[in-house]
T-cell receptor, first 114, second 111 residues
Framework: KAGVTQTPRYLIKTRGQQVTLSCSPISGHRSVSWYQQTPGQGLQFLFEYFSETQRNKGNFPGRFSGRQFSNSRSEMNVSTLELRDSALYLC?????????????FGPGTRLTVL | DAKTTQPPSMDCAEGRAANLPCNHSTISGNEYVYWYRQIHSQGPQYIIHGLKNNETNEMASLIITEDRKSSTLILPHATLRDTAVYYCISHNQGGNTPLVFGKGTRLSVIA
């Protein structure tokens, strides 16, 4: 099976712009979770989608949003970018096979805000 | 906050077993112990998980103490490619809760 894919892999934006990141889960997985990783805060949970519904949400401002499509692909959007949004954004999928709760991560999207 | 405690760093000689400890003294009965690793700037890689029995797969072995308050991840024959940050996470399967990552242990495998 193909793993979790994320596009783009690298992105450079300027303050005030918005950005959309995409995640394609492992085939058959219905849950997609998003995490932000920064040197200072480590890996932090953003939100989780399951069957097109947000099931869980972390402690991030409303500028961070997401959605999931009927094919389980997910996008996350960050509006009005700030310098501190520079981070590695990771997507993880779960929900298939024997270990239904085990999350498998993609390679991440490295976002740089200038 | 993470509910596990790990040493910040460890070294291991190439070819030797790497034993990474994790303390999870407040783990609840329905929480599993998960291990992931992250090689520099890549996404975390799932290694293994367990509830109370020891587990082994092609990557590693997981030894969980009988009282479930601590565990050890064992890489039987460490290679340079095993250099990474290793995260131990207690996670409630089926609870629809996110993984909570701590700072992990930075394992350096030395030739």
């Amino acid at each position: 099976k193909a793993g979790v894919t994320q596009t783009p892999r690298y992105l450079i934006k300027t303050r005030g712009q918005q950005v959309t990141l995409s995640c394609s889960p492992i085939s058959g997985h219905r849950s997609v979770s998003w995490y932000q990783q920064t040197p200072g805060q480590g890996l932090q949970f953003l939100f989780e989608y399951f069957s097109e519904t947000q099931r869980n949400k972390g402690n991030f401002p409303g500028r961070f949003s997401g959605r999931q499509f009927s094919n389980s692909r997910s996008e996350m959007n960050v509006s009005t970018l700030e310098l501190r949004d520079s981070a590695l954004y990771l997507c993880a999928s779960s929900g298939g096979g024997r270990n239904t709760d085990t999350q498998y991560f993609g390679p991440g999207t490295r976002l740089t805000v200038l | 906050d993470a509910k596990t405690t790990q040493p910040p760093s460890m070294d291991c000689a190439e070819g030797r077993a790497a034993n990474l400890p994790c303390n999870h003294s407040t783990i609840s009965g329905n929480e599993y112990v998960y291990w992931y690793r992250q090689i520099h700037s890549q996404g975390p890689q799932y290694i293994i998980h367990g509830l109370k029995n020891n587990e082994t797969n092609e990557m590693a072995s997981l030894i969980i103490t009988e009282d479930r308050k601590s565990s050890t991840l064992i890489l039987p024959h460490a290679t340079l490619r095993d250099t990474a940050v290793y995260y131990c996470i207690s996670h409630n399967q089926g609870g629809n809760t996110p993984l909570v990552f701590g700072k992990g242990t930075r394992l350096s495998v030395i030739a």
